[in-house]
């Protein structure tokens, strides 16, 4: 059994705290919600009252949180205050599973092994339903000895745990394939639409392509349009898995980053564009399969 702290039990950070506590860990949790913090107790964990007393003995700190910004302030500090590298025991493990910039994530990796610490930037793929089945993709960044602690415990919360490198990679490494991810969504969507114009069957097109040279994972797994593949959330009247807003926030780290290495991203800046647009309209919870609706002129 390690004792594990694990600050930020939200839509994803709880899930992902429920499979370590079934993997026989004592998690010890800490969120600004109380209502999150109530349903992590009764899922077995031990809710903190502040950080110092979440870390306080912990072997290891899972944070799972919004922003970089959070990232920075709760390992390093904000405004005088203390952060986790001011109450963790020394070689603690620290594994951040938050979407941030690839900077901070450098710059955090950097202060806390300088600390003498374990650090990596574990980013993850999979959405809620992959947190809840404990099928998560970890795209880690750190040294190698960081990810070796790190790797059983992100086992107990995913199926694929891949080391892209140094402390950063992680980040870079989920921010690329989301964009990627961003864009075969919106192909496929059109794809669809146009099919509907041309009085195509839905069905049809998704037998033809999903064998065709047109496959891919948001046609064959993640289908936008209800029926051909039923646990996808179209059929669920676009309920998310992973939301608009989520995706809109993805696609501007990942922008921003081609911005600043000058790389040429056309495609992920059209993407963003339209994925914005769905956001600006109110429809920022919907799943991002639901670009399809727009496309479609059905939103």
Known sequence: MTTIAFIGLGRMGLPMARNLIKAGHRVRGLDLSADALARFEAAGGQPARDLAQAVQDAEAVVTMLPQGSHVRAVYLGADGGRGIVDHAAERTQFIDCSTIDVETAAHVGAETTARGFNFVDAPVSGGVGGAEAGTLTFMVGGTDLAFSRAKPLLESMGRNVVHAGAAGTGQAAKMCNNMLLAISMIGT???????????????????IASTASGQCWSLTSYCPVPGPVPASPANRDYAPGFAIDL????????????????????????????YDQMRDEGHGGLDFSAIFKKLSKDL
């Open 189 to 207: 969507a059109e794809a669809f639409a146009l099919a509907d114009k041309l009085g195509l069957d839905r069905q049809r097109l998704f037998d």
């Open 247 to 274: 995706m809109s926030k993805d696609l501007h780290l990942a922008l921003d980053a081609a911005d600043r290495t000058g790389a040429e991203t056309p495609l992920g800046a059209a993407a963003r564009g339209l």
